[in-house]
Structure formats: structure tokens, C-alpha cells
């Protein structure tokens, strides 16, 4: 079992920038890849970014690319997603979730868990 609880969402203007963490407690950290994911007003819950145990491998979607960047600190059992150049469409509820299977899959059914998510706003 894997408790995950994200924070550092909240308001900001377009081209702004947020810092979003993941704890996670309850279980070997490492031995789970990580991912973001974010869901908007009225829309499914999509991928945005993931992680390989070690930290070595990332991914991510096309619309986040070169604007946000995840990593992660195995020593305190935390993940980060660090989101420049923010646009309105950016906004959403974004959820980190952990997965036993590989990093580079961006299937929710693989992530086996879920934080409650944390809202991202940002303003025109």
C-alpha cells in the first residue's frame, strides 16, 4: 500500500509558475514508477508526465514538453512537477499516482495509486 497526498497547487497568472509535490508513505517509494496526471473541468483524466524508479527516465505529453519538468527524491520519498510558462489550458486537477509497472506507460489502469489530486488555476 502507497498513501500519496500532492500540495503546492493554487492560483496563478498565465506564464507563471507552480511547483507541485507528491509524499507518498506506507511502502517502498523506489520501487514504484511515478506519474502526473490532470483533469480538467468537464474532461477525462489525462497523462502528463511520468518517471522511472531511479529518477534516470522521464516522459511526457506533447502539450507540456519544455514547460514542465518531473523528478523525483527517493530520500524523501517525494515526487515534483515543476510547471513554467503556465496557460489557461493548463488548468486542472492534477493527481500523482504510483505504478508498479513501466515508467513510460500512460495508461491510468496501470497506476495502482492515487493521490486526492490538488487544483491548479491559472488566470488569462
Known amino acids: 500500500q502507497v498513501q500519496l497526498v500532492e500540495s503546492g497547487g493554487g492560483l496563478v497568472q498565465a506564464g507563471g509558475s507552480l511547483r507541485l509535490s507528491c509524499a507518498a508513505s506506507?511502502?517502498?517509494?523506489?520501487?514504484?514508477?511515478m506519474g502526473w496526471f490532470r483533469q480538467a473541468p468537464g474532461k477525462e483524466r489525462e497523462f502528463v508526465s511520468s518517471?522511472?524508479?531511479?529518477?534516470?527516465?522521464?516522459y511526457y505529453e506533447d502539450s507540456v514538453k519544455g514547460r514542465f519538468t518531473i523528478s523525483r527524491d527517493n530520500a524523501k520519498n517525494t515526487v515534483y512537477l515543476q510547471m513554467n510558462s503556465l496557460n489557461p489550458e493548463d488548468t486542472a486537477v492534477y493527481y500523482c499516482?504510483?505504478?508498479?509497472?513501466?515508467?513510460?506507460?500512460?495508461?491510468?489502469?496501470?497506476?495502482?495509486?492515487w493521490g486526492q489530486g490538488t487544483q491548479v488555476t491559472v488566470s488569462s
Open positions: 499516482a504510483a505504478s508498479s509497472g513501466p515508467y513510460y506507460d500512460t495508461k491510468m489502469s496501470r497506476y495502482d495509486y
Open positions: 518517471i522511472s524508479r531511479g529518477g534516470g527516465n522521464t
Open positions: 506506507g511502502s517502498t517509494f523506489s520501487s514504484y514508477a
